[in-house]
């Protein structure tokens, strides 16, 4: 009997622990958790997707949309210089520049112009083709969206799809709803960006 009482205090110690590591972790401050995040190195971990890279006309151009409204951090700017493909007797030059949001393995967005300051750079028109097979979307949750997203409409080549709209999805679990508030629009290179806000929990 002793020893079944005995068992029983241990089991009832170790769920008392468990409910306070929860707790505890639930109640870490984001900070932290950035801090940790930056701890680990991507040959750590089994899978991560770790970039999108837009091709673009004028590097400087999406940096006063990413880095200067948006806010987010350049960790990585360099001009690659090799022959070029289609002229081995001349240098094409290459900038390519990443940009973090949260850590520097994970989210990132790469941007890279072909033949930088060339005058032989390619003269492409921007297509605008929507929601439609072979474009993409990049979607940013930001905390200051209503004061962002003004500053957005101000920039030059900036087409605005939607101004932030409250929309209704289904949670994860399927059993209640997660409230966003949505805005749309094409940068500069007709790239389609969401930029919203969360208003509950995922």
Do not use: W
């Not at 970039?51 to 673009?56: A, K, N, S, Y």
């Not at 700017?77 to 973090?100: G, T």
């Not at 949260?102 to 003269?123: P, R």
């Amino acid at each position: 009997m002793k020893h079944l009482l005995a068992i029983t205090v241990l089991v009832l110690l170790a769920i008392s622990s468990c409910k306070e590591q929860v707790t505890t972790n639930s109640t870490k401050e984001p900070e932290k958790y950035l801090e940790e995040s930056e701890l680990v190195q991507p040959r750590d971990l089994p899978l991560i997707f770790r970039r999108t890279t837009l091709i673009v006309r004028d590097v400087n151009e999406s940096l006063k949309l990413y880095r200067d409204v948006i806010g987010m951090e350049v960790i990585y700017d360099n001009l690659i210089k090799r022959p070029h493909p289609d002229a081995p007797e001349r240098e094409q030059v290459l900038r390519l520049v990443f940009l973090k949001a949260t850590t520097q393995f994970s989210g990132v967005l790469g941007l890279l112009e072909y033949d930088y300051k060339s005058e032989y750079k390619v003269d492409k028109p921007v297509r605008k083709e929507g929601f439609t097979p072979q474009n993409i979307v990049l979607l940013f949750n930001s905390k200051n969206q209503a004061e962002q997203f003004e500053k957005i409409k101000k920039l030059p080549n900036i087409e605005i799809l939607g101004a932030p709209t409250l929309v209704e999805y289904p949670s994860y679990d399927g059993k209640n709803i997660t409230r966003v508030m949505v805005s749309k629009f094409y940068d500069a290179d007709g790239f389609i960006v969401e930029f919203n806000k969360l208003l509950d929990d995922l």
